[in-house]
């Protein structure tokens, strides 16, 4: 008989430690927002550096990139030269976000 009441009961405490961890957490939050940013910073900013212009060993400063969306798109994707592809890396919807991100380091915004 207990475990029939049991069960519930922790089904609703579950719930709320759920609600209760997303709603405080405001890493979390900011990650929602700019997931290009946090992509960026792990994968990208050892040879393009934070701004993108660090150019590490050949790597291109993208502040000052020429590339539409769809050249930066392929780029990242299947690589190039000595830039490697992110395909086996980054999901496309990654993929995505982080050009979006390189494209807002840019000036012209
Ligand atoms: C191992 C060092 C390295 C890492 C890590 C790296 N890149 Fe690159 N990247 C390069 C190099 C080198 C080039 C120049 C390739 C060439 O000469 O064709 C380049 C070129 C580029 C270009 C083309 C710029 C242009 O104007 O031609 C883009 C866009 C780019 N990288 C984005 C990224 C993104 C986004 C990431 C992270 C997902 C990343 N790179 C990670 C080395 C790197």
Redesign the pocket.
């Known amino acids: 008989m207990n475990a029939v009441r049991t069960i519930p009961f922790l089904m609703g405490m579950l719930l709320l430690a759920c609600g209760g961890s997303t709603a405080g957490d405001g890493m979390a939050l900011d990650a929602e927002r700019k997931p290009g940013a946090q ?2 910073n792990t ?6 550096g934070r701004d993108g212009k660090l150019g ?7 502040t ?4 539409t969306k769809a ?2 798109l392929a ?2 994707t299947d690589g ?5 592809p ?1 395909k086996n ?2 999901s496309a919807k990654e ?1 995505d976000a ?2 979006e ?2 494209r807002s380091l840019g000036t012209s915004k």
């Open positions: 992509v960026y994968n990208c900013a050892l040879c393009h590490l060993n050949g790597a291109k400063d993208l000052a990139s020429t590339l050249e930066m780029v990242v190039r030269n000595a830039m490697m992110y890396v980054l993929i982080v050009v991100h390189v």
